[in-house]
């Protein structure tokens, strides 16, 4: 289980202080899929760096499994088995798929390359030899990212909208990876995503707005409400089901 109580996060800003998250309160609990979604800017991404360690909370406290982590190193918390697939990730020139794999996955030594690949719409014969360079699309990357975060034996696995640059049918592969990755394992999925098929997962939809935590609900009464709503901005209901956040208002 994972808890947050009271977390909140400061940063310095061209004007001084600017507190990034507040009077976060989430119990996150193991074989559950939750997924973030809110307005761009409102935290998500910021809310999943705290729990990774790439940002320090400022006040509040982290605890897994009733370990205190809110002081623990990026290094400390993966170690416990936390895991984050970065929205822009990381290339590493000079180092082959295959080996990256195999450095994500640690002690696990039965690694499926090719089931991994596939999961996430590649093919193990095209990449397993390739380093990880510039010639990767960024789309790519991040599904070669989604696979070492899959290699590991994880506690919580976090996702910045996983969907980014990928395929329809690599997409379609990858929900169905989320579905046995929570059915196989007793991992804590978070995942941010404006993405209807991505939210149809979620055990819990938690809305992220204005850095802190607006409302904790099921999938079902989030979309629900978002098909009801008379008053609700049409073109921002197309962005939820077609995962185009920053899409403008029209109305």
């Known amino acids: 289980m994972l808890k947050l109580s009271g977390v909140g996060v400061t940063a310095e800003g061209d004007k001084g202080q600017v507190q990034i ?3 976060i309160n989430l119990t996150l609990e193991a074989k559950k899929i939750y997924v973030m979604t809110g307005p ?19 006040e509040g406290q982290i605890t897994l ?13 993966a170690q416990l088995g936390i895991g984050y697939a970065f929205q822009q990730p990381a290339r590493f020139k000079g180092l082959k798929v295959g080996d990256f794999l195999k450095l994500a996955s640690g002690k696990n030594s039965k690694i499926d390359y090719c089931a991994l690949l596939f999961d996430v719409g590649l093919c193990a014969q095209d ?18 990212e989604i696979a070492s975060i899959l290699a590991r034996n994880l506690k919580v696995a976090l996702f910045d909208e996983p969907e980014a640059g990928i395929d329809l049918w690599s997409f379609q592969r990858l929900t169905d990876t989320f579905r046995t990755l929570n059915e196989k394992s007793d991992a804590t999925i978070v995942i941010i995503s404006h993405q209807e098929r991505i939210l149809r997962l979620a055990d819990q939809v938690i809305l992220v707005s204005g850095g802190t935590v607006n409302e904790i609900t ?16 049409k073109c ?5 089901r077609e995962g185009a956040a920053d899409a403008g208002c029209n109305r």
């Open 21 to 23: 998250l507040r009077d």
């Open 236 to 240: 921002r209901i197309g962005c939820v």
């Open 127 to 144: 990449y397993i030899n390739r380093e990880l360079n510039a010639s990767f699309s960024g789309g790519e990357l991040k599904r070669i």
């Open 218 to 233: 099921t999938q079902e009464k989030f979309l629900g409400d978002l098909n009801d709503d008379e008053s609700a901005c």
């Open 40 to 58: 761009n800017g409102g935290g998500k991404t910021s809310l999943a760096k705290t729990v990774m360690g790439i940002y320090k909370a400022s």
């Open 65 to 77: 499994d009733d370990t205190d982590i809110t002081n623990m190193s990026i290094t400390e918390r």
